[in-house]
């Protein structure tokens, strides 16, 4: 396995045009991509599952349901992913989406044969999301590193963490 330095842009004019355009968002307000090179290889979904299985676990349910209030389904299914829908895929992207009252949230997934990588879109649609996101999302940017990390790890051993489907 082959892994390089994670590489992250940050900012809604940083963030390359091709990436952006796989939001289903009509305004962005935040913006993050991170790259990690491996040759590690599985599906996007299957990338999506690694990194954040089939229902949020403990963490995942205090900083999304919790702190950012995201409305996400209860129950795993074949159209979520840790409780987000899944908006629209291709083989080479995935996105997730999640809302709550205050902001409106994607994750986008992609694979290539050189790399994974992780953005996050965010619209505010209401001030509270001016003030709860901006300092979770220093926190946001320590974590994504380690997830893509984690996931690469776990396709290169051929593991798949428990509850997650291995699609």
């Known amino acids: 396995m082959t892994v390089g330095a994670t590489v992250s ?14 939001s289903s ?29 089939d229902t949020p676990d403990a963490i995942e349910l205090f900083l999304w349901r919790g ?24 083989a080479e992207w995935i996105r997730l989406e999640a809302a709550s009252w205050f902001l409106t949230a994607n994750l986008v997934v992609q694979a290539s044969g050189d790399s994974v990588a992780l953005g996050t879109f965010l619209r505010y649609d209401r001030w509270l999301a001016h ?6 999302s220093a926190l946001h940017r320590r974590l994504v590193p380690g997830v893509l990390r984690k996931a690469t ?12 489907s291995s699609r």
Request: glycine share 8%; net charge positive.
């Open 9 to 22: 842009t940050i900012g809604v004019e940083r963030v390359p045009a091709s990436v952006r355009t796989l």
């Open 25 to 53: 968002l009509s305004r962005i307000d935040y913006a993050d991509h991170f790259v990690l090179p491996t040759d590690a290889a599985a599906t996007v979904e299957r990338w999506a599952r690694v990194m954040f299985g």
């Open 67 to 90: 702190l950012l209030g995201l409305r996400l389904s209860r129950t795993a299914s074949a159209n979520t992913v840790a409780g987000w829908q899944i908006g629209e895929q291709s």
């Open 131 to 136: 003030l709860i996101w901006p300092p979770l």
């Open 153 to 164: 790890s776990r396709i290169t051993a051929g593991k798949t963490p428990s509850g997650v």
